[in-house]
């Protein structure tokens, strides 16, 4: 699983619980929209970390992760 499904599925279950909570409770629970906003800046560091290694390749840069998986 990649990070970008990771962070897929992280978001799934915060949403089911914040959703089970309000459910149970009748309300959202406090801090619902800001764990929300959270979510959603965590789930752009993929995209964001792609753009860096394109940026970093079109400058010349190898692609260090690339060499990790290796063993480099």
């Known amino acids: 699983m990649d990070i970008a499904q990771r962070v897929t599925r992280l978001t799934e279950l915060v949403n089911a ?10 309300r959202p629970p406090a801090g619902a929209e800001e764990i929300r906003a959270a979510l959603r800046e ?12 394109v940026s970093g390749r079109r400058a ?3 692609d260090a992760s690339a060499s990790r998986r290796r063993g480099r």
């Open 17 to 26: 619980l914040l959703a089970e909570h309000e459910q149970e409770v009748g």
């Open 42 to 53: 965590v789930a752009e560091i993929p995209e964001y970390a792609r753009g860096l290694r």
């Open 60 to 62: 010349g840069y190898a």
